[in-house]
C-alpha cells in the first residue's frame, strides 16, 4: 500500500521465540498497544520504522503530483481545496515521521535514506497528472485505496502508528470526496470533459490495484507482520473491497473501468477482475516509472535548496537563547 | 550534515474549556516556530483555543516497566469510587 513492499524475517513459531518474544506475541494478541518505550523485538522496530517511513514519504512525495496543478485549478474555490489537501499531507507525512522517531530514527535520517534511494515510497506517486482530471482521479481513487489500508491500521499494535493513523482517517474523506466531486463534474460536463475523466480513469486504475502490493502468493512477508499486527489485512482483500466499492461508484459517474474481465460474481459476493501488470509494477519499484527521477528529482532540491533556511532558523534560535541565558556574574 | 531541529511535544485545548491534551510532536528550530508549526499542523481544523510546545527533551516520563508497582496502590481502593457504596433508592440521587 502506502508500504508496498516491507520485508519481514519469515514468521516466528512460538516454540522458536524467547519467553520474552512470547510475552510480546501474547499482549499483542489480547490487544494491548505497544508503547515505544517498552520492550519489543527488534525484527518489529525494524520492520516498523521501514513500512511507518515509507508510509511517511508517501505522503511527502504524493504532493508532488498533486501539487503540479495547483497553480492551475479551474477556479479559485478548487485552488484553495486542492491546496488545502496537499497542506493534510504534508501534515500526514509529519504525524508519520514523528510516530516512526519514537522508534529511535530521526526524520532527517529516514529523509536522507529516502534522497539516497534507500527507501521506497509508494509506486502510485510515480505516475504523471495530465489534465485536470487527474485531480479527481487521484482524489477518488488514490486516496479512496489509502482509505482502504489506514482504516484498519487505526488498529494496529503499535500505539503512535495507531494514534497518527486515527488523525489521518479522520481527514481522508475529505480528500477522496473532493476527487469524486471534480469527477462527478467532469463526467456530466462537455463530452470533451467526460472523455478527460474517462481518461484518467483508464490511465490510474491499474496503478492503484497496485497500491495494495503484489498478490498474497507471491507476498510471503505478510505471515510475521499480520501475527504482529502491523499488517491488519491480506493484499488481496483490500484490493477486492476497493474493486467492490469503486465500481458502483463509477457507474454512478457513467464511466467504464478499463478492465472486460471485470464481472459480478455473485457466489464469491464480489467482482472478478483483472490483475495489474506486475512486471511494471516491480520496474515503477526498481526506479524506472515514468516519474521516478522527478519525484525523487524534485524532493532532494527541495531540501537542498531549503537548507540555508533551516540552518539560519538554528543560528537565529541559538543567538536568541545565548542572549536570553543569565550571564555569569563577573 | 548541519544540525536537527530539536523535538517538541504539542499540547492543544480545544473548544470546550478541557484541559490541554497531548496531540503529537513536531521539529521546529525554537518555541515561537513550534508554536507556529504546531498552528498548521495541528489544527488545521480549529480544533484548538490555544497551544502549549514543551521541548520532548524536558519531559521525564515513569519508565514502563515500573508500571505495575507504580500504579498497583489504586487498583486496590475499590472504596474510592461512588460506586462502592450501597445507597438505598428511597434517598433519592446521590
Ligand atoms: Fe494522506
Ligand atoms: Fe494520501
Ligand atoms: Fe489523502
Known amino acids: ?330 | 550534515m548541519s544540525k536537527e531541529w530539536p523535538l517538541w511535544e504539542v499540547f492543544i485545548r480545544g473548544q470546550h474549556g478541557l484541559n490541554h491534551r497531548h496531540v503529537g510532536s513536531l521539529h521546529a528550530p525554537d518555541a515561537e516556530m513550534a508554536i507556529l508549526n504546531a498552528r498548521d499542523v495541528y489544527t488545521r481544523r480549529n480544533e484548538g483555543v490555544s497551544i502549549w510546545v514543551v521541548k520532548s527533551v524536558d519531559i521525564t516520563a515513569s519508565s514502563p516497566s515500573e508500571k505495575g508497582p507504580l500504579f498497583e496502590p489504586s487498583n486496590s481502593k475499590v472504596y474510592r469510587h461512588p460506586t462502592f457504596y450501597d445507597i438505598p433508592e428511597e434517598v433519592g440521587h446521590m
Open chain 1, 1 to 330: 500500500m502506502y508500504a508496498q513492499l516491507v520485508s519481514t524475517d519469515g514468521l516466528k513459531k512460538p516454540e522458536e521465540m524467547t519467553p520474552e518474544e512470547r510475552a510480546f506475541q501474547e499482549r499483542i494478541d489480547r490487544g494491548e498497544k505497544i508503547e515505544p518505550k517498552e520492550w519489543m523485538p527488534e525484527g518489529y522496530r525494524k520492520t516498523l520504522i521501514r513500512q511507518i517511513g515509507q508510509h511517511a514519504h508517501s505522503e511527502i512525495v504524493g504532493q508532488l503530483p498533486e501539487g503540479n496543478w495547483i497553480t492551475r485549478a479551474p477556479t479559485l474555490e478548487r485552488k484553495a481545496i486542492l491546496l488545502a489537501k496537499v497542506q493534510d499531507e504534508a501534515g500526514h507525512g509529519l504525524y508519520l515521521y514523528c510516530a516512526a522517531e519514537t522508534l529511535g530514527v530521526s526524520r532527517d535520517e529516514l529523509m536522507e535514506l529516502l534522497h539516497k534511494g534507500k527507501m521506497k515510497y509508494s509506486s502510485i506517486f510515480n505516475y504523471p497528472t495530465l489534465t485536470w482530471a487527474d485531480m479527481g482521479a487521484v482524489g477518488w481513487l488514490v486516496d479512496g485505496a489509502a482509505i482502504m489500508n489506514q482504516v484498519p491500521l487505526q488498529r494496529t499494535s503499535f500505539g503512535p502508528y495507531s494514534r497518527a493513523m486515527i488523525r489521518i482517517c479522520k481527514e481522508e474523506s475529505f480528500h477522496q470526496r473532493q476527487g469524486y466531486a471534480i469527477m462527478m463534474k467532469m463526467a456530466s460536463g462537455t463530452p470533451a470533459q467526460k472523455a478527460m475523466a474517462q481518461d484518467a480513469l483508464n490511465r490510474l486504475w491499474y496503478p492503484s490495484l497496485m497500491m495494495f502490493g503484489p498478490s498474497d502468493k507471491d507476498s510471503v512477508h505478510s505471515a510475521q507482520s499480520m501475527a504482529w499486527k502491523i499488517k491488519m489485512n491480506t493484499n488481496d482483500e483490500l484490493r477486492q473491497k476497493f474493486v467492490d466499492q469503486t465500481v458502483p461508484q463509477a457507474e454512478y459517474l457513467g464511466l467504464t473501468v478499463p478492465d472486460p474481465n471485470l464481472k459480478w460474481n455473485e457466489e464469491k459476493g464480489g467482482y472478478d477482475f483483472s490483475e495489474p501488470d506486475w512486471s511494471e509494477f516491480f520496474d515503477v519499484i526498481a526506479g524506472n516509472g515514468p516519474c521516478n527521477k522527478d519525484r525523487l528529482g524534485a524532493r532532494v532540491k527541495a531540501w537542498d535548496d531549503g537548507a540555508w533556511f533551516r540552518e539560519g532558523l538554528v543560528a537565529h534560535a541559538e543567538k536568541a537563547a545565548a542572549r536570553k541565558a543569565p550571564v555569569a556574574a563577573e
